[in-house]
């Protein structure tokens, strides 16, 4: 089946800790996504990234980290500078314009 | 600043009743509106995506209209399902690819 799967499903972060966030597609498509989901909020765009090897910065990017190497993953790291990690992660991909994302599950990180 | 604002916030119906729900935008140049609906604790699906020229569509017993001079939009659910409770997120795009995401309209469909 193709889709796009996030790992791990529940994460748990301890003070000044990073923590990766994994992000697999088998849908063979160019864009990629990370955002950020809070109660009460829209989803919020972290990181994109529109082809293999660039990514752009969205509209929270502080304390947050991307690669792209390969066309099937987007992993994201939240970084010990991100003071308020504590949200739900969503991973999507888009086969072009005007064509619907695609999101997984979402990973949700906590503080302990 | 290209913002999108649903409402109501939350709305609970009975098992079989019809429903509406509003997304009004600021976004500009507008470029497509897509409705998706995501279930408690997953990713959001897409249930319609509409451009400039379209002013309705439907998808089973979902029917999206769009008004682009008055930049509304509205969901209408016919004969609701349980399985129809989650929440609505109206998703609007600029012709320069920014994507503004509303809040999401959270239904409760009650036997």
């Known amino acids: 089946d193709g889709g796009i799967t996030q790992s791990p499903k529940y994460l748990f972060r301890k003070e000044g800790q990073n923590v990766t966030l994994s992000c697999e597609q088998n849908?063979?498509?160019?864009?990629m996504y990370w955002y950020r989901q809070d109660p009460g909020q829209g989803l919020r765009l972290i990181y994109y990234?529109?082809?293999?090897?660039?990514?752009q910065k969205g509209d929270i990017a502080e304390g947050y980290s991307v690669s792209r190497e390969k066309k099937e993953s987007f992993p994201l790291t939240v970084t010990s500078a991100q003071k308020n990690p504590t949200a739900f992660y969503l991973c999507?991909?888009?086969?072009?314009?005007?064509?619907?994302?695609?999101f997984g599950d979402g990973t949700r990180l906590s503080i302990l | 600043k290209n913002q999108v604002e649903q409402s109501p916030q939350s709305l609970i119906i009975l098992e079989g009743k019809n429903c509406t729900l509003q997304?009004?935008?600021?976004?500009?140049?507008?470029?497509?509106l897509r409705w998706y609906k995501q279930d408690t604790g997953r990713g959001p699906v897409s249930l319609t995506i509409?451009?400039?020229?379209?002013n309705t569509k439907s998808n089973g017993r979902y029917t999206a209209t769009l008004d682009a001079d008055t930049k509304q939009s509205s969901l209408h659910i016919t004969a609701s399902q349980l399985s129809d409770s989650a929440s609505y997120i109206c998703?609007?795009?600029?012709?320069?690819?920014?994507?503004?995401f509303g809040a999401g309209t959270r239904l409760t469909v009650k036997p």
């Open positions: 997304c009004n935008y600021t976004v500009s140049p507008f470029s497509n």
């Open positions: 509409m451009t400039f020229s379209e």
């Open positions: 849908l063979n498509h160019d864009a």
């Open positions: 999507a991909s888009s086969g072009g314009y005007n064509q619907p994302q695609h």
């Open positions: 998703v609007v795009s600029a012709r320069n690819n920014d994507m503004r």
């Open positions: 990234s529109q082809i293999v090897n660039d990514f």
